[in-house]
């Protein structure tokens, strides 16, 4: 057996192992991999003390969410979870609006200065940078603290992305419709409404209901900043240690959650079902 | 010896396979014929334990195959090897790894989960791999291969785990007649050279009548014959399918045909 | 259309306009329900939320004072100025050192964050895949463990963690690792279950176990998606590590919430700047690096 080794390992030398190249590479990978995830482990203090105080602080918590309870303030509970639903509706449908002329503005099919479509794409990767809570911080403290703040920073950080999606949709619109529509002797503004309007209406009402549900989910938070919804509510409850209480916001955000998604997962359904069955 | 005793496998109201009981002396290549749905594809994979039996009873040289459990059950798909339609590579590992799959069962698993093999076992898949000229193809991605090429892959790959038994799900149904060639021509060379058993399942009767040593036909889960290529006639066949051969062999290139796009 | 056109109309086009004229009706009626369900769902918004027309208008010049005043003020004449000269680039980024430390460290939280949480999904994975888990009860448990996981956002997890573990980094890292565990747990079960089983089968059918079978059969089918799920989880984790510092959890968040709150203008848009160049490389970066791996492991599957 060890003589057949010996002959196809000379014949064949890549199949028993990497070349010594490859082996020193792949050593030094795996080395700077590891020397970078002790470096950033040390740092941040992952020491087994830590992590064990840390769990069993955890387990403690855990067991005093047992059983979940609405606690005495529950109209207040009710009424965050309504003002975050309110808040990501609006938000999402004022965006919404507004990203409609700025998705014009940003698809090639209807602005053709290039420059200016690239800085205004440019401009709408800035703002997804920018994290919703950041948008909420600041915007409580320009109108102060409430719902308000929440509804803003959602139009903010969304207007971009939507306005980028929009433009995509625009973009690929089919261009017979309105092409169609100028030979039939419309004007260009009849050629959007007529030619361009029908195809992307169901596409964009589809991306605001999916934008209206991840919505739900951020303005469940915004509230930790100050602004607005079921945000503040859960994270007083913390600052006091009413873990019980915090188990019974928890598990109504998810079922809230899921509930919107339900609903709003149909309609799109629905929307797009109903763009399928639109004769080409 | 392999001995199926009265082995039925029920999906829902279907009887894929009804009651089938034979007995396969070591060494012997036997063909099952058929229709596609016919049983044939049931019946090899409930050999190997990939689908569990309804009812029934395998037994290999004395031992109870039907009742293996765990590390034995893994033992014993090692010892009974099979080949698919679809050859059933891993394609975007290269060929000398997909065939080292078939030394998995025999090696610890934390090794064999990092994929640590053994100069030794590379050199056996090589060999393997040369035994059907393929050695030079070793380093390549499985996906690059032609079918033919894949099927000899997946030959090597069951030859690595050293087993009594081969079981081939239409190995060549897939495959243009002259690669069908080789990959028959291959079976029969391990049939003969190694000893070990060999059932096949072919849609084809020349082709079985051609390789095999005894022929099984099936229809609507029941064995309809068993005897030699010469015992099935041109009669035999229209007795137990209604149809004379052209005709079974047009319905039978159909059923097969579909599946013929998941190949590439 | 005139009397006389109508006249020598055929029954065929009589049809054809009946049911135009239906369809119309049909869709000015499913407007007219739109209509009437938006609106109201406006109203009650609006009114829950205290976001009327008159109270956006009134906060609209607040608004814009709070974000001039965020811009820094800028002169051309000492654009190049020192850290003391006023209206220079420097003095705006006066503590830039610091804050691109932080920058480094929220970027190593995510990347270790990203890490941890991956390497849990990619263990829950294999269970939670429909077409492989060993049983259904183990497929139920660990699908809806993962849903669990991934319902609640980042800044519950550092909150509660926070209390558990400490003020830092730390708690910060294990909240988002425990969403990033949900979130790719899903993705990567779902990319599993497109999987081709005729490999799983081949693995299985020569003895392999099932943890083998995962190895060997699936794995190398799913890794290229499993990477490009994993870096671009990575993009959207440095934007929570940014903001997890607002409850104590570390980074350069805690930062961000301080000088937010004590309206140090320039400041923020300093940081928020930074932020902003800091996510953009990072997700040009990973761009490159998920065209590179899919060119050569070959395409997603």
Redesign the interface.
Known sequence: ??A??E???A??P???GATRAQVMTRRLGWTAFLLW?AA??W????TPV??W???S??GV?IVMMIPPSPGELWVEILKGI??S???A??GT?LSATVAIPLGFLGAGNVVTATLLRFSIRRVF??F????Q??WA???V???GL???A???AIFTADIAVLAKLYAEAIENVERRQSEGVIAAGGSKLAALRFGVLPQVLPVMLAQALYFFESNT??A??LG??GA?GI?LQ??ER?RV?HWDE?AFI?IL??IT??VIDWISGKVRRKLIGERGRQPV | MLQIQSLTRRFGERTAVNEVSLSIPAGQMVGVIGRSGAGKSTLLRMLNRLTEPSSGRILHDGMDVTALKGQALRDWRTRCAMIFQQFNLVQRLDVLTNVLVGRLNHRPLISSLLGRFTAAERAMALEALDRFDLADQALQRADTLSGGQQQRVAIARALMQQPRVILADEPIASLDPRNAKVVMDALRDVNKRDGLTVLVNLHHLDTAREYCDRIVAMQAGRVMFDGTPAELTAEKVREIYGVDEAEFHEQAEEAVRPKHTVAA | MSAAFHTDISPVVATGEAAFQAARQQRRLATLVAIAVLVPCLLLAGWVSEAWPSTIWAGLPRIGEYFWRILPSLSLDHLFGGTKTEGSLAFWFYRAPEWLWLLFETANMAALATLMGSAVSLVLAFPAARNLSPSPLIYQLTRRGLEALRTVPEIVYALIFVWAFGVGALAGILAIALHTAGANGKLFAEAIENTDLGAWDGVRSAGGSWALACRYAILPQVLPNLISYFLLRFEVNIRSASVVGFVGAGGIGAELYQVISFNYYEEISAIILLIILAVASIDLLSERLRHAIIGRLGGPA
């Open positions: 057996m060890s057949s080794i002959t196809w390992r014949r064949l890549a199949a028993f995830l950033v482990l740092w941040f203090d992952f830590r992590l105080n840390g769990l602080g955890l918590i309504a003002e639903v309110a808040m509706f609006l449908f990767d800035g997804r940078g920018v994290d809570l950041i911080l600041a915007f403290r320009a109108v409430g719902p308000l929440g509804v803003l989910r951020s469940a938070i930790v900043v607005g945000g859960i994270a913390i240690r915090v928890i955000m998810i959650v899921g």
